[in-house]
């Protein structure tokens, strides 16, 4: 089986989560080929080497996600005279771009504010305002979100079909036609009322938006007479969704290939926290949700099956109109081997807490650090250790200088006595240095592993913590309480106060530690193992490929009139081996191949046609019969010197070796 894996600034080139766990599966898949097509930019010269692809890699495609484009990469469109787009490509342009635009600038129907999360095809739109198209006939309402989703799908496909003829698909985006079929949606009657107020600026932001988002309808990913592309694959796994899947819903529209959705941080929620940030006016915020919520719909719509890792992401995804029934949870899978020392070994210090992750607002390390003021007062030997580097988040710099500065002031060096050196019961360290070499040694170190974010996706620290056997206390965010099922406390964020009481309760009671501890590593290796991820996708692989129906573009057999025959070559043909060819040339082929290697001992068994794969015409071709009926002196030899099954007949049949015997008699030639 052919899978292409869809990536966005990940695996191959990219190192993080994201290229370990593409790297893990496709390791463990070793029965399939993969073709890796990646929205990343190639490594510069000085970045590391990167780790040699297995074998079933057959090969990988790469762009770059952002404004850099080489020709090299777009797609090959037909000759033509001039090098800008004619005027039958601009006003199809004009028209496709227009209904993507005007499908997802639009504000919701019903009079409801609006919100970027674009409904569900077939979802009740509680009544269609006036200016929108009237309801059918037969007095039935007209469903506004569905002629919305249909419009946006519409003008996608549209624009992919000019890419795919012409080649000056980028520069159309960046073209002024562009930002004025733009302006026209964001100043009708029914745009989104951020959108109303936008300026010039605006409109340019939201174009090049717009343009570095539908890039992947340029690349020459979909294949043509030199490669089949995406079109000679079975099963597009996007391991993402927003630009990760844009090539997978082309392949889905074009040559009808199954397409599965792997989702283990919502593209469109991680999308909404970067432009919270971002220094956008409020149109340009809200025209790019709007398209990435489009873009999610669409995409949830057309996968054939879509795997949240958890819950959480799991309602975020149907949140976004996906299908419940297509919908099933599959947890990444994660590496427990190093840690499995760290679970037979007891924490270095019984009155340490450990916190491993990356350094950034979201995970709230200044309630920590109030909660840990109150810990020293119930255990004035507790110490905190905070292991971890600073996230993407252009504020985690600044983050964690607060920190510790929030750290000194809190608990100034203490020494304990006048001649020892003052140390501070709170530190700052990072995985690979001396004190830190590794992960491992990270968990062996404490006693309780803390948690204390108040945005969280699936909480790997935690998982991490669990292979190791250690308690945890941890706040309720993102999919904590699904990853730690009842085997760790979990309490409210932004609460320092409770988080105290959790973590001094663990750290006077050593039984309970143990109890939890057990508890937690048994549940992680029963769901988060490399193991239960690779046989969940080695299965979900199949099952699509079962349902899927026989494409045309990896159908090779036609008729005379060009029309696919899916079922030409019989199911037995596909058996290895001599015996299952059929034809009347193969078979008139196997007496002068046994002369040719007549020198085989007798042992080898000869290959021959069942006589149940064979045509009834050739069958009857194929039997010497003579002019009158009978059977002539050595026919019978004849027969089955063309290696042919001989039948001997019963009684009463007139067929086989006994019945030509009785027919002889009859004419007195026996």
């Known amino acids: 089986m052919r899978i292409g894996l869809l990536t966005e600034s990940g695996y191959p080139y990219a190192s993080g989560e994201s290229q370990a766990w593409c790297d893990r599966l496709v390791r463990g898949l070793t029965g399939h080929d993969f073709e890796v097509y990646a929205l990343s930019a190639e490594p510069r010269r000085d970045a590391p080497p990167r780790p040699e692809l297995p074998r079933h890699v057959r090969l990988v495609h790469s762009a770059p996600p952002g404004d850099g484009f080489p020709a090299g990469r777009r797609r090959a469109g037909e000759?033509?005279?001039?090098?800008?787009?004619?005027?039958?490509?601009?006003?199809?342009?004009?028209?496709?771009?227009?209904?993507?635009?005007?499908?997802?600038?639009?504000?919701?129907?019903?009079?409801?504010?609006?919100?970027?999360?674009?409904?569900?095809?077939?979802?009740?739109?509680?009544?269609?305002?006036?200016?929108?198209?009237?309801?059918?006939?037969?007095?039935?309402?007209?469903?506004?979100?569905?002629?919305?989703?249909?419009?946006?799908?519409?003008?996608?496909?549209?624009?992919?079909?000019?890419?795919?003829?012409?080649?000056?698909?980028?520069?159309?985006?960046?073209?002024?036609?562009?930002v004025r079929l733009l302006e026209a949606a964001c100043h009708g009657p029914h745009a989104l009322p951020a959108a109303s107020g936008a300026q010039v600026n605006d409109l340019l932001a939201v174009t090049a938006g717009l343009a570095r988002a539908l890039r992947p309808l340029s690349l020459d990913w979909y294949g043509d007479r030199h490669a089949p592309g995406l079109g000679g694959v079975d099963l597009c796994h996007a391991t993402s969704g927003g630009a990760a899947a844009l090539p997978g819903l082309l392949a889905k529209h074009f040559f009808a290939t199954p397409l599965l959705v792997t989702e283990y941080g919502v593209r469109l929620r991680e999308h909404y926290l970067a432009r919270a940030t971002a220094p956008l006016s409020a149109p340009v915020r809200a025209l790019l949700a709007a398209?990435?919520?489009?873009?999610?719909?669409?995409?949830?719509?057309?996968?054939?099956?879509?795997?949240?890792?958890?819950?959480?992401?799991?309602?975020?995804?149907?949140?976004?109109?996906?299908?419940?029934?297509?919908l099933r949870t599959v947890y990444p899978g994660m590496d427990a081997a190093p840690f499995a020392a760290v679970a037979d070994a007891a924490a270095d210090d019984p009155k340490t807490l450990v916190w491993v992750g990356t350094i950034e607002p979201a995970k709230d390390l200044m309630a920590l650090l109030h909660a840990f003021a109150e810990i020293r007062k119930a255990e004035p030997e507790a110490t905190l250790r905070i292991v971890g580097g600073v996230g993407r988040d252009p504020q985690a710099p600044g983050y964690l200088a607060h920190c510790r500065a929030l750290a000194a002031q809190l608990f100034p060096d203490e020494a304990a006595d006048t001649h020892s050196v003052g140390e501070s019961p709170v530190s700052f360290e990072e995985v690979g240095s001396p004190e830190v070499p590794t992960l491992a040694d990270a968990y062996a170190s404490g006693a309780v592993v803390v948690l204390s974010s108040v945005i969280e996706g699936f909480p790997r620290s935690l998982v991490e913590a669990m292979f190791c056997g250690r308690a945890t206390v941890s706040t309720d965010a993102g999919a904590v309480c699904e990853v730690i099922g009842g085997t760790g406390l979990v309490v409210p964020p932004r609460n320092p106060r409770a988080l105290a009481e959790a973590c001094t309760a663990l750290l006077g009671d050593p039984d309970r530690r143990a109890r939890l501890g057990a508890a937690a590593r048994a549940r992680a290796l029963e769901l988060f193992t490399v193991e239960q991820n690779v046989a969940a996708f080695r299965g979900i692989y199949l099952e699509l490929i079962s349902h899927a129906p026989a494409r045309p573009a990896a159908c090779g057999a036609r008729d005379a009139r060009g029309v696919p025959q899916p079922f030409a070559r019989p199911a037995e043909s596909h058996v290895p081996g001599r015996w299952a060819a059929t034809g009347a040339a193969t078979r008139a082929a196997v007496p002068a191949a046994r002369d040719a290697v007549s020198a085989i001992p007798a042992a080898v068994p000869e290959g021959r046609t069942p006589s149940w794969a064979v045509p009834a015409q050739e069958r009857t071709a194929a039997l010497p019969v003579p002019a009158d009926g009978g059977a002539e002196d050595g026919g019978a030899a004849d027969v089955r010197g063309a290696r042919q099954p001989v039948r001997w007949g019963g009684v009463g049949d007139r067929t086989g070796v006994n019945g030509a015997k009785e027919r002889a008699q009859e004419r007195g030639q026996w």
């Open 291 to 326: 398209f990435q919520g489009a873009l999610a719909a669409e995409t949830y719509t057309q996968a054939a099956l879509i795997t949240p890792g958890n819950t959480h992401a799991r309602r975020w995804q149907e949140r976004c109109g996906a299908d419940r029934a297509r």
């Open 79 to 178: 000759p033509r005279r001039g090098r800008t787009p004619g005027r039958r490509e601009r006003r199809r342009f004009a028209e496709c771009f227009g209904d993507l635009v005007a499908a997802f600038a639009a504000a919701p129907p019903g009079g409801e504010p609006a919100n970027p999360v674009v409904q569900a095809r077939g979802a009740a739109p509680g009544g269609a305002p006036a200016g929108y198209p009237p309801a059918v006939p037969g007095g039935a309402p007209h469903d506004v979100a569905t002629s919305k989703a249909d419009r946006f799908a519409g003008g996608l496909y549209g624009l992919a079909e000019l890419a795919r003829e012409h080649r000056g698909l980028p520069a159309l985006l960046h073209s002024e036609d562009a």
